[in-house]
Nanobody, 123 residues
């Protein structure tokens, strides 16, 4: 199984980025997909998750209204559109896959992880 995250970079506050995570080696349509992030000196935290059907979506309160998670089963890819970025959004962003229909928000529940992509938001 491989999860390849991309799309990170340096952006000014108020700007936007779109992260992508391409999955291979698994039955993508059977997995809930999530995004987590880890800032320097902090623990990994939940950002967003989407059920395998796309019908259930959850967001952390800190990103609600600014970030949008989506998935494309034809491309085995999950996306995270990030708008109105703030310096506190600076972190390494990880995508993860969790087998099953329950949308988990806890990192320990996820089965596979990507390598992470760095997002830096300057003030």
């Amino acid at each position: 199984v491989q999860l390849q995250a991309s799309g990170g970079g340096l952006v000014q506050a108020g700007g936007s980025l779109r992260l992508s995570c391409a999955a291979s080696g698994l039955s993508f349509s059977r997995y809930t997909m999530g995004w987590f992030r880890q800032a320097p000196g902090k623990e990994r935290e939940f950002v967003a998750a989407i059920a395998w059907t796309g019908s259930s979506i959850y967001y952390a309160d800190s990103v609600k209204g600014r970030f949008t998670i989506s998935r494309d089963s034809a491309k085995n890819t999950v996306y995270l559109q990030m708008n109105s970025l703030k310096p506190e959004d600076t972190a390494v962003y990880y995508c993860a896959a969790d087998y099953g229909i329950v949308v988990d928000t806890t990192a320990e529940d996820y089965d596979y992880w990507g390598q992470g992509t760095l997002v830096t938001v300057s003030s």
